[in-house]
């Protein structure tokens, strides 16, 4: 689910990455990133400051066997401040909160926005 922006000559390309094997994965560890071009260099920097997914990912929409492992929500977005020129980022973070319904606890996907330093 990668996201892009660019602004000025720099270029910032935001995604979820884990070092897992597989996205379905239970015990996979996300975290949000940003590849980022500035003066014909590629950097990346991870945004999140803890792991923003615990789990398997499903990539398949409404195609979610059972609909789990959709937590994510496919928001992921990136824009470039036109005065300072950094990137302000919104990522879905799963570890924060849960609900329960019917006895069963389930993740509670939240909405972080983070500012490049």
Known sequence: MP???ARGGKVDVVYYGSSAASIDDTSAVWNAY???LLSGT???KQVSNTPNRIGAVCMEGS???GNVNRELL???EVAEDPITGKAAIVYTDTTLSTWTLNGVTKELPEIVLAFEN
């Open 3 to 5: 996201w892009a922006a």
């Open 34 to 36: 940003d590849s980022q």
């Open 42 to 44: 590629w950097t990346v």
């Open 63 to 65: 195609g979610c066997v």
């Open 74 to 76: 496919d928001l992921f």
